[in-house]
C-alpha cells in the first residue's frame, strides 16, 4: 500500500562516525600534549553531566521527550539520568513548585556534591509563571540558586536541549577556583546554606 | 423520601429553629444557629426515617457584607439507601468563628475541618488535631478569606499596570 507521505527519501552522508569534544587550546608536540587543568576538567564535566529531574507537572512530559530517542539527549554526554542527589551535578527543577515543596527541593539540592548546577525549566520553576496565587513558589530562585532559566510554557524539547547546551557552556568555562571564592560563599549564604 | 418529607420530619423535631428552606437544584437546604449544628447532625443520622449516614463535603463560604455572620460552614449529607442528597448550613461571625466539630458523629469530618480551618479559619470546638493541612504550617493568614487578594504579594518584579492587578 502507499503511504501518502514517504519518509527517508533522501540519504543523508554520515558526517564522522564518533562525535568528539573539540580539543582545548594548548601546546601540542610529538607525544605530548600541554594545556591547563581547568581546561581539561572542564572538558570532561560539561560532556558527561548526570542530570537529576525533579519533575513535578506538564513540562516533565516535555523532558520525558527530550529524554526519549527523538530528541535524545544523550547525544550531549547526559545519558545517565540519575535519581540520587548524591551522584547528580545537574538539578533539572521541571514543573510548578508549591511552597509546601520549596523545603524539599532545598533538601535535594544540599544532598548534591559540590560542583552542582541548577536549572529552573519552564515558566513556573523561573518565576511562578501563571500561578501568581498564595500557595506557589514564585520562582526556584527564591530558595535555591539558579544556573540557567528555561522560558515556555511548557518549553518544547529544543528549548530545554539548548539550556543543557548553556549548562554545557557553564561548566566547561567555570574556573576550578570558583566554588571556593568568597563570592560563591556569599550567594551561598544568601539562601542560607553552610 | 420527598423533599417535603424531610423538611415536615425536621419541623416536627426543631419547630422554628430552622430557617432559609430552599431547593436549589432541586437539593434541600435550610439553615439553623450555630449552636445547633450537632443536635440537628445527630437527628439526621439517628432519625430511623432520615437515616443522613454519609458526609460528602464540609466547607465554608465567605460572605464579607454579611455583617456578624461573615462566615457559613456548610455541610453535605447524603442518604445512601434512598440516594436522597441535602445541604446544611450554619452562621458565625468573623470575629469569633467557633462552630463546634462534627468529627465526633462524621470522621470524614476530621480533615474536612482541618481543611476548613486552614483556608477560612473557623474555629472547630473539639476537634482533636485543629492544624493547617495544605497550606505551609508558617502561612499567618487564611487565604481564601475575601480580604486577601489572590496573588502573592510577595512579588517585586510584576507590574500592576501590565498584569491588571
Request: hydrophobic share 40%; glycine share 8%; net charge negative.
Amino acid at each position: 500500500m502507499a503511504r501518502p507521505v514517504a519518509y527517508n527519501l533522501i540519504k543523508k552522508p554520515l558526517e564522522a562516525d564518533i562525535s568528539l569534544a573539540e580539543m582545548p587550546e594548548g601546546s601540542m608536540g610529538e607525544g605530548f600534549f600541554a594545556t591547563s587543568l581547568n581546561k581539561v576538567i572542564g572538558l570532561a564535566r560539561k560532556n558527561s553531566i548526570w542530570p537529576l529531574p525533579f519533575a513535578t507537572s506538564c513540562c516533565g512530559i516535555e523532558f520525558m521527550a527530550t529524554m526519549g530517542s527523538h530528541y535524545d539527549l544523550a547525544r550531549f554526554g547526559s545519558e545517565r539520568v540519575g535519581f540520587s542527589p548524591r551522584q547528580c551535578d545537574l538539578l533539572m527543577v521541571i514543573g510548578t513548585i508549591a511552597k509546601k515543596m520549596g523545603p524539599v527541593v532545598k533538601q535535594v539540592y544540599l544532598q548534591m556534591a559540590e560542583p552542582r548546577w541548577v536549572m529552573a525549566v519552564g515558566a513556573c520553576a523561573s518565576s511562578g509563571g501563571i500561578f501568581d496565587t498564595y500557595s506557589v513558589l514564585q520562582g526556584i530562585d527564591q530558595v535555591i540558586p539558579v544556573d540557567v532559566y528555561v522560558p515556555g510554557c511548557p518549553p518544547r524539547p529544543e528549548a530545554i536541549i539548548d539550556g543543557v547546551i548553556r549548562i554545557q557552556d557553564l561548566v566547561g568555562k567555570e574556573s576550578l577556583r570558583r566554588r571556593n571564592g568568597e563570592k560563591y560563599k556569599g550567594l551561598l549564604e544568601s539562601y542560607g546554606i553552610q | 423520601m420527598t423533599n417535603e418529607r424531610i423538611k415536615q420530619r425536621l419541623q416536627e423535631k426543631f419547630t422554628d429553629q430552622l430557617t432559609g428552606f430552599d431547593e436549589p437544584f432541586g437539593m434541600l437546604t435550610f439553615e439553623a444557629s450555630k449552636e445547633l449544628n450537632l443536635k440537628v447532625l445527630n437527628f439526621l443520622y439517628d432519625d430511623e426515617e432520615l437515616k443522613f449516614r454519609f458526609l460528602t463535603d464540609l466547607c465554608a463560604v465567605h460572605y464579607p457584607d454579611n455583617a456578624g455572620k461573615e462566615l457559613a460552614v456548610v455541610y453535605h449529607l447524603h442518604n445512601l439507601e434512598d440516594n436522597v442528597r441535602i445541604r446544611f448550613k450554619v452562621f458565625t461571625g468573623i470575629e469569633q468563628p467557633d462552630v463546634y466539630t462534627a468529627s465526633g458523629l462524621f470522621s470524614a469530618a476530621n480533615w474536612m475541618e482541618r481543611e476548613t480551618y486552614d483556608f477560612y479559619g473557623v474555629n472547630f470546638i473539639g476537634h482533636p488535631k485543629l492544624k493547617r493541612i495544605l497550606n505551609v504550617d508558617e502561612m499567618d493568614y487564611f487565604p481564601m478569606r475575601k480580604e486577601f487578594p489572590l496573588e502573592d504579594q510577595s512579588r517585586v518584579d510584576k507590574d500592576d499596570e501590565m498584569f491588571g492587578r
